[in-house]
């Protein structure tokens, strides 16, 4: 049992937790905190976290967190609809961005100093279409990477 002391503690600590996964939720390069952030907003039947998991559910590039969004607000009470997943590019002009950091690397370059370039110069899409992707992420960039560039 909790003694006074330590209920007062963890009420003036709900705050600090709220805004650290306010941060968390609205944090574009992890989507694996987003996701996070929404399964832990979800135990919170508050109006500033409902607000932030429909936030989620509606502005959310990865499926996987709109989807943990929507059961986090369904399992709420909240009357909501099963997001969609995203068809086509989830940012604009992906392919050419893709595309221009493979022909950046010398000639013979791996895949794997493709994927890392990827990942050091625009993690927020390396990070999103990983998330979106799941397990079949590495084939999709492999795809793209072995696809014949124009020159």
Partial sequence: MLSNHNVEDVNEQQPDIF??????VNRKGSWRDRLNAVKELGQMDTDP?????????SGDPVFQVREAAYRSLKKLGEAVQMPAKTKGELFKGTNKILLRIKK?????HTFEQFKEKLQKTRSD???TYEGDKGEEFDGWLKAIWEAPSRK
């Fill in 49 to 57: 976290s409902i607000k932030l998991l429909q936030h989620a559910l």
């Fill in 104 to 108: 950046s690397l010398p000639e013979g």
């Fill in 125 to 127: 899409i390396y990070d």
């Fill in 19 to 24: 805004e650290e996964l306010k941060k968390a």
